[in-house]
Protein backbone atom coordinates (compact mmCIF):
# COMPACT_ATOMS: atom_id res chain seq x y z
CA UNK A 1 0.00 0.00 0.00
CA UNK A 2 0.85 3.64 -0.96
CA UNK A 3 -0.04 6.29 2.01
CA UNK A 4 -0.40 9.89 1.35
CA UNK A 5 -0.33 12.50 3.90
CA UNK A 6 -3.10 15.44 4.50
CA UNK A 7 -3.43 17.17 7.68
CA UNK A 8 -6.73 19.08 6.53
CA UNK A 9 -9.03 16.14 6.21
CA UNK A 10 -11.29 14.54 9.12
CA UNK A 11 -14.57 12.45 9.29
CA UNK A 12 -16.66 14.81 8.09
CA UNK A 13 -14.42 15.28 4.60
CA UNK A 14 -15.95 14.29 1.62
CA UNK A 15 -13.89 15.23 -0.68
CA UNK A 16 -10.71 16.91 -1.33
CA UNK A 17 -7.97 18.47 -3.83
CA UNK A 18 -4.27 17.34 -3.65
CA UNK A 19 -1.91 20.03 -3.71
CA UNK A 20 -0.26 20.74 -6.83
CA UNK A 21 3.07 19.11 -6.15
CA UNK A 22 1.35 16.40 -5.06
CA UNK A 23 -0.79 15.99 -7.83
CA UNK A 24 1.90 16.16 -10.50
CA UNK A 25 3.54 13.29 -8.52
CA UNK A 26 0.25 10.80 -8.22
CA UNK A 27 -0.58 12.14 -11.84
CA UNK A 28 2.60 11.96 -13.51
CA UNK A 29 5.40 10.05 -11.56
CA UNK A 30 2.54 7.26 -10.05
CA UNK A 31 0.65 7.86 -13.26
CA UNK A 32 -2.60 7.29 -11.42
CA UNK A 33 -5.73 8.15 -13.07
CA UNK A 34 -9.70 8.45 -12.61
CA UNK A 35 -11.15 5.24 -10.55
CA UNK A 36 -7.76 4.45 -9.24
CA UNK A 37 -7.81 4.13 -5.20
CA UNK A 38 -5.56 5.65 -2.53
CA UNK A 39 -5.21 5.78 0.89
CA UNK A 40 -4.07 8.42 2.91
CA UNK A 41 -3.60 9.73 6.64
CA UNK A 42 -4.33 12.46 8.27
CA UNK A 43 -1.40 11.86 11.26
CA UNK A 44 -3.95 11.37 13.74
CA UNK A 45 -4.47 7.99 13.69
CA UNK A 46 -7.09 7.76 10.56
CA UNK A 47 -6.57 6.14 7.12
CA UNK A 48 -8.96 7.28 4.09
CA UNK A 49 -9.58 5.17 1.20
CA UNK A 50 -10.15 7.78 -1.81
CA UNK A 51 -11.21 7.44 -5.28
CA UNK A 52 -9.71 9.77 -7.81
CA UNK A 53 -12.54 11.73 -9.94
CA UNK A 54 -10.12 14.48 -11.93
CA UNK A 55 -7.09 13.11 -12.33
CA UNK A 56 -4.80 16.48 -13.52
CA UNK A 57 -1.55 17.03 -12.44
CA UNK A 58 -2.55 20.46 -11.67
CA UNK A 59 -5.23 19.53 -9.58
CA UNK A 60 -6.13 15.47 -8.35
CA UNK A 61 -9.16 16.00 -6.52
CA UNK A 62 -10.32 12.49 -4.50
CA UNK A 63 -13.93 11.55 -2.80
CA UNK A 64 -13.52 9.97 0.65
CA UNK A 65 -15.45 6.11 -0.03
CA UNK A 66 -14.41 5.07 3.25
CA UNK A 67 -12.19 5.46 6.38
CA UNK A 68 -11.07 3.26 9.78
CA UNK A 69 -9.13 4.66 12.67
CA UNK A 70 -6.00 2.95 14.35
CA UNK A 71 -5.63 1.82 17.75
CA UNK A 72 -4.10 5.13 20.16
CA UNK A 73 -0.54 4.11 21.48
CA UNK A 74 -0.67 3.16 24.59
CA UNK A 75 2.24 5.20 25.39
CA UNK A 76 4.04 8.07 24.72
CA UNK A 77 7.33 8.72 23.84
CA UNK A 78 8.89 12.07 23.91
CA UNK A 79 12.30 12.97 22.65
CA UNK A 80 14.51 15.79 23.53
CA UNK A 81 17.77 16.10 21.15
CA UNK A 82 20.33 18.34 21.09
CA UNK A 83 21.01 19.54 17.03
CA UNK A 84 23.69 18.40 15.83
CA UNK A 85 26.50 20.23 14.26
CA UNK A 86 25.75 18.34 10.85
CA UNK A 87 22.74 18.94 10.06
CA UNK A 88 21.79 15.93 7.62
CA UNK A 89 22.76 13.88 10.60
CA UNK A 90 19.49 15.55 12.55
CA UNK A 91 17.41 15.04 9.48
CA UNK A 92 19.03 11.50 9.70
CA UNK A 93 17.58 10.69 13.45
CA UNK A 94 14.02 12.55 12.59
CA UNK A 95 13.19 10.29 9.60
CA UNK A 96 14.66 6.84 11.32
CA UNK A 97 12.99 7.79 14.58
CA UNK A 98 9.62 8.72 13.03
CA UNK A 99 9.69 5.08 10.68
CA UNK A 100 10.30 3.36 14.28
CA UNK A 101 7.99 5.01 16.38
CA UNK A 102 7.95 8.19 18.16
CA UNK A 103 5.19 10.51 19.75
CA UNK A 104 6.87 13.66 19.94
CA UNK A 105 10.58 15.54 19.57
CA UNK A 106 11.80 18.58 20.78
CA UNK A 107 15.46 20.11 19.81
CA UNK A 108 17.25 21.33 22.83
CA UNK A 109 19.95 23.95 22.70
CA UNK A 110 22.23 22.90 25.38
CA UNK A 111 25.73 24.57 27.16
CA UNK A 112 27.53 22.52 24.52
CA UNK A 113 26.14 22.46 21.44
CA UNK A 114 27.63 24.18 18.34
CA UNK A 115 24.55 24.51 16.57
CA UNK A 116 22.10 26.84 18.61
CA UNK A 117 19.56 27.74 15.42
CA UNK A 118 17.68 25.07 13.74
CA UNK A 119 14.59 26.20 11.00
CA UNK A 120 11.81 23.31 11.81
CA UNK A 121 10.33 23.89 8.51
CA UNK A 122 12.28 21.18 6.31
CA UNK A 123 12.32 18.77 9.61
CA UNK A 124 8.37 18.90 9.29
CA UNK A 125 8.64 17.88 5.29
CA UNK A 126 10.90 14.93 6.32
CA UNK A 127 8.82 13.66 9.37
CA UNK A 128 5.74 14.11 6.89
CA UNK A 129 7.77 11.79 4.32
CA UNK A 130 8.84 8.78 7.02
CA UNK A 131 5.19 8.50 8.41
CA UNK A 132 3.90 7.44 4.58
CA UNK A 133 6.47 5.40 4.02
CA UNK A 134 6.66 3.54 7.16
CA UNK A 135 2.62 3.47 6.67
CA UNK A 136 2.43 5.36 10.25
CA UNK A 137 -1.12 7.25 10.86
CA UNK A 138 0.29 9.00 13.83
CA UNK A 139 2.31 12.21 12.86
CA UNK A 140 4.57 12.71 15.44
CA UNK A 141 4.39 16.03 17.25
CA UNK A 142 7.67 18.50 16.22
CA UNK A 143 8.42 21.13 18.69
CA UNK A 144 10.22 23.98 18.14
CA UNK A 145 13.57 24.64 19.54
CA UNK A 146 13.85 25.29 22.97
CA UNK A 147 17.20 25.84 25.62
CA UNK A 148 17.76 22.92 28.14
CA UNK A 149 16.66 24.80 30.91
CA UNK A 150 13.22 26.25 29.75
CA UNK A 151 12.65 22.64 29.04
CA UNK A 152 13.83 20.75 32.48
CA UNK A 153 11.39 23.71 33.54
CA UNK A 154 8.60 22.16 31.86
CA UNK A 155 6.16 19.42 33.75
CA UNK A 156 6.52 15.95 32.02
CA UNK A 157 4.48 12.94 33.51
CA UNK A 158 6.04 9.43 33.32
CA UNK A 159 9.23 7.98 33.02
CA UNK A 160 12.24 11.36 32.95
CA UNK A 161 15.70 9.96 31.88
CA UNK A 162 18.73 11.75 30.75
CA UNK A 163 21.75 9.73 28.71
CA UNK A 164 24.96 11.37 29.47
CA UNK A 165 28.35 10.18 29.21
CA UNK A 166 29.44 11.41 32.37
CA UNK A 167 31.29 8.27 34.88
CA UNK A 168 28.72 8.30 37.71
CA UNK A 169 26.22 5.86 38.72
CA UNK A 170 23.71 5.29 35.82
CA UNK A 171 20.91 2.05 34.71
CA UNK A 172 20.28 0.90 32.08
CA UNK A 173 17.44 2.10 30.02
CA UNK A 174 16.13 -1.12 29.31
CA UNK A 175 16.28 -1.96 32.99
CA UNK A 176 14.06 0.95 33.64
CA UNK A 177 11.15 1.56 30.49
CA UNK A 178 7.55 -0.23 31.43
CA UNK A 179 5.24 -1.07 28.79
CA UNK A 180 2.53 1.44 28.25
CA UNK A 181 4.31 4.06 30.40
CA UNK A 182 4.87 7.77 29.35
CA UNK A 183 8.65 8.20 28.66
CA UNK A 184 11.36 11.33 28.07
CA UNK A 185 14.93 10.91 27.12
CA UNK A 186 17.07 13.98 26.97
CA UNK A 187 20.27 13.23 24.62
CA UNK A 188 23.06 15.74 24.58
CA UNK A 189 25.28 17.30 22.07
CA UNK A 190 28.56 16.22 20.18
CA UNK A 191 30.46 17.84 23.24
CA UNK A 192 28.14 16.11 26.22
CA UNK A 193 25.63 17.48 28.80
CA UNK A 194 27.09 20.65 31.13
CA UNK A 195 28.00 18.94 34.69
CA UNK A 196 25.56 22.37 35.27
CA UNK A 197 22.66 20.71 32.88
CA UNK A 198 22.94 16.92 34.05
CA UNK A 199 22.80 18.35 37.93
CA UNK A 200 19.68 20.79 36.82
CA UNK A 201 18.08 17.50 35.13
CA UNK A 202 18.60 15.52 38.67
CA UNK A 203 16.69 17.99 40.57
CA UNK A 204 14.26 18.20 38.14
CA UNK A 205 13.77 13.96 39.06
CA UNK A 206 15.25 13.00 35.86
CA UNK A 207 17.38 9.52 35.97
CA UNK A 208 20.81 9.19 34.34
CA UNK A 209 20.83 6.16 31.95
CA UNK A 210 23.09 4.53 30.00
CA UNK A 211 22.84 3.35 26.51
CA UNK A 212 25.20 0.81 26.41
CA UNK A 213 28.86 -0.06 26.83
CA UNK A 214 29.99 2.31 24.00
CA UNK A 215 30.09 5.74 23.26
CA UNK A 216 27.69 6.67 20.95
CA UNK A 217 26.69 9.54 18.41
CA UNK A 218 24.45 11.95 19.14
CA UNK A 219 21.94 11.06 16.43
CA UNK A 220 22.69 6.99 16.95
CA UNK A 221 22.12 7.44 20.85
CA UNK A 222 18.59 8.94 20.09
CA UNK A 223 17.91 6.29 17.76
CA UNK A 224 19.05 3.35 20.17
CA UNK A 225 16.42 4.60 22.57
CA UNK A 226 13.74 5.44 20.62
CA UNK A 227 14.03 1.63 19.82
CA UNK A 228 14.40 0.66 23.20
CA UNK A 229 11.20 2.02 24.69
CA UNK A 230 9.55 1.32 21.08
CA UNK A 231 10.51 -2.52 21.51
CA UNK A 232 9.69 -3.15 24.98
CA UNK A 233 6.20 -1.65 24.26
CA UNK A 234 5.59 -4.39 21.14
Not at 20 to 25: D, G, I, N, R, V
Not at 45 to 58: H, M, R, W
Not at 112 to 129: A, C, G, L, M, P
Not at 157 to 181: F, M, Q, R, W, Y
Request: charge should be neutral.
Amino acid sequence: MQLFYNPNINEATDSFTFDKEESKHIIKVLRKQGGDILFVTNGLGYLFKTEIIVGSDSKCLVKIISYEKSETPKYHLHLAVAPTKMNDRYEWFLEKATEIGISEITPIICDHSERKFVKTDRFDKIVQSAIKQSLHYYLPKLNEPISFKDFIKQKKEGLLLIAHCEETDKKSLKSLVKPNENVTVLIGPEGDFSNKEITLALENNYIPVTLGSTRLRTETAAIVACHSVVFINE
